[in-house]
């Protein structure tokens, strides 16, 4: 599969024909992400999914939600956005997501530029955090929201060392300004409880469970 492009088809049928997810054949899936991450991981489940054109929402969320609600929130509100698409196909099966990172019992989403970056690194350094990921199923006949949450400990980090993350890598469109899959993921995390793919954006052993469920 080519995970650069815009269609996920798997090349071997032989491998199609005996997917546990064979329940999804009859569904057109989309993944409503500009995520590459998540593009990366939902191809790991082998199943045919294609990207939902780009709509634009509004990601604030009542501020008396704790993590894993506003998280379910925003997921909640990025499905509403393909309404029309799931009307005008009604096979169409969409997947939304939405993660955020909670520290100190604060909501840290995506900095807005490297200082706001180096900030929130700076916060997460010595102390553990959780990262919380609210995920959308949602079809004519399915609506299913659900969250997973993945707790880490990042080890004290100098500023040179944050300063190196944030000038080589790119924080900005990342919940808590880090992609552990990255270099800061083997530099500075200590422990980790919970899954890893949820914290690149994407709780995708969660994710498979709940597919299987659908008709």
């Known amino acids: 599969m080519d995970v650069n492009g815009k269609s996920f088809r798997l090349v071997n049928s032989c491998v199609a024909m005996h997917n546990p997810l064979d329940n999804l054949r009859k569904h057109h899936i989309y993944l409503a992400s500009k995520s590459p991450r998540r593009r990366q991981l939902l191809v790991m489940l082998d199943i045919d999914f294609d990207i939902a054109p780009v709509v634009e929402v509004d990601e604030s969320y009542p501020p008396h939600l704790v993590a894993d609600k506003a998280a379910c929130h925003i997921a909640s509100k990025k499905a509403e956005a393909y309404s029309q698409l799931i009307i005008d196909e ?28 180096r900030t929130m690194l700076r916060k997460l350094s010595g102390k553990k955090h959780k990262v919380v990921t609210g995920v959308a199923i949602t079809s004519a006949r399915h609506r299913d929201i659900f969250s997973d949450t993945t707790t880490v400990a990042f080890r004290k980090l100098d500023d040179n060392e944050i300063r190196y993350y944030v000038e080589h890598y790119s924080p900005l469109d990342k919940a808590g300004a880090y992609g552990i899959q990255e270099w800061i993921g083997a530099a500075a ?9 949820n914290v690149m954006g994407l709780p995708v052993e969660m994710l498979y469970k709940r597919l299987r469920l659908v008709k």
């Open 90 to 117: 009604p096979d169409a099966l969409v997947i939304t997501a939405d993660t955020i990172v909670v520290c100190d019992d604060v909501i840290l989403g995506k900095p807005a530029d490297n200082d706001e970056a």
């Open 189 to 197: 995390v200590d422990e980790m409880r919970g899954s890893f793919y």
